[in-house]
Every structure is written in structure tokens, then in C-alpha cells.
């Protein structure tokens, strides 16, 4: 929730920076819809039961089986990624990070 809601809160200057949030759970579409209608989350949740998409990017797995890996990834506008940042405690930084990165490298 914390992490969502950091890109939440600063959605707007990471649109201002030319970037796109895209957030990938296992959740169902039903749960996404949910959450984004109570946090008021201005991205897209997309919904990866099986985690296909996680593990192809290399996300590790949970935290003692309590928190799921955190990874944030900047992709630039040709489609490489410029920036990994990967925390499971620390979710306020990959915001932080994610507009550090879009600022240095438009």
C-alpha cells in the first residue's frame, strides 16, 4: 500500500518527467480494481496470477514468505531499462529513485 501510494501521491511529476506507472501483482483483477478504487490510484494494476511476468523479470520471491519482492524498473523511451531498484522494506525509496533516474536521463 505504501509503495502505491508514493507513486500516487507523486504521479503527476513522474507524467511531467514523460513516464507511464505500470504496477504487476498476482492479485486478481477483482482485488486490483478494489485497491485502486480505495488508495484512488491514477495508474494501471495489472493482474499476473501465475507470476509469469515477475519472474521473467527476475523479481525474487518473497520476504520469509511474508513481503513479495519489490522491484522497480525505469525503462526508457527506446525500451532498455535504465534503472533496477529493488527493496521489499524500503518502498518509499522506489519513487524517490524512479524520478532521480527520469531527471538525470530524459
Do not use: W
Not at 27 to 43: G, I, V
Amino acid at each position: 500500500m505504501a509503495e502505491a501510494c508514493s507513486f500516487r501521491d507523486s504521479y503527476e511529476d513522474l507524467r511531467g518527467l514523460g513516464a507511464e506507472v505500470i504496477g504487476v501483482s498476482a492479485d486478481s483483477p477483482e482485488s486490483h480494481l478494489a485497491f485502486a478504487r480505495k488508495f484512488d490510484l491514477p495508474f494501471v494494476l495489472l493482474s499476473n496470477p501465475g507470476n509469469d511476468v515477475r519472474k521473467k523479470l527476475g523479481v525474487p520471491g518473497s520476504l520469509f514468505g511474508l513481503l513479495p519482492g519489490r522491484v522497480t524498473y525505469v525503462v526508457g523511451k527506446g525500451g532498455t531499462v535504465q534503472q533496477v531498484f529493488n527493496s521489499q522494506l524500503n518502498v518509499r525509496e522506489h519513487v524517490k529513485v524512479a524520478i532521480e533516474e527520469l531527471k538525470e536521463k530524459p
